[in-house]
């Protein structure tokens, strides 16, 4: 399932839109220091008992990762009700903890395809183009200091081909998918080369995928991102871009 409130992204991130630049205004809070014993479900009901009183809800996203728990966004149809809920609400006890409320930083998916609907391909690009970029930076910050990842608690390893493509961790090898046959390595590579830190393509024409190898993680994000459904071929087929499993 895709994770809908990853929507509020940093808006320091490189390559993510500025929120000034969208034709709506944020109209979504942050509360974080939730009691982490309550289930999902049931916070989310008392988050909306609590929040209702500021106006129209239109979504409320409960962080259930064992890194994310804690946290929810709330999301409401104007940016008075955002103003009020912070200036009221934070400091306020919930389940015998003391939470904290503010503006998220960024806009919601659910704000952008309501009030900016044309905007949303792109937002949604960038959104996730920034989450390969923190589980990249995530991954090699645990490379550099093993024994702190090493304490960390894992969630159970359930098999690669169970993973669905748009959840395999960012690496340096990108997986092409319903490449045509006419497009080859040559034609592959015309594409992929303009990107920095590119290395090689190697096409597996009997399947109709390749793969592209970039220098590190970074390049091969920035790559994907701009040539995710780029449509190629004759008949101007969409290649699905993702990263290559990992065993």
Known sequence: MVDKMEGVISAAAPGVLDPSKYPVSIETIYVNNLEERVKA?????????????????????????????????????????????????????????????????????????????????????????????????????????????????????????????????????????NVPKEVDEDALTAIFERFEGFKEVRAVSVRAVAFAEFENEQFAITAKEATANMPIGSEGKQMKVSYQRQS
């Open 41 to 177: 479900e049931t916070m989310k009901e008392a988050l909306m008992a609590v929040f209702k009183y500021y106006g129209p809800i239109l979504d409320i996203i409960v962080k259930k990762s064992l890194k994310r728990k804690g946290q929810a966004f709330v999301v409401f149809d104007s940016q008075k009700s955002v103003l009020d809920a912070v200036e009221e609400m934070s400091g306020f006890e919930l389940y015998g903890k003391v939470i904290n409320v503010a503006k998220a930083r960024t806009h919601s998916d659910e704000t952008v395809i309501r009030k900016a609907p044309a905007m949303f391909e792109e937002h949604k690009r960038k959104r996730l183009m920034l989450k390969d970029f923190k589980r990249a930076e995530e991954d090699s910050k645990a490379q550099a200091n093993p024994a702190a990842a090493a304490d960390k608690p894992r969630a159970v390893k359930t098999g690669a081909a169970l993973i669905p493509d748009e959840y395999v961790r960012p690496n340096k090898t990108l997986f092409l998918q």
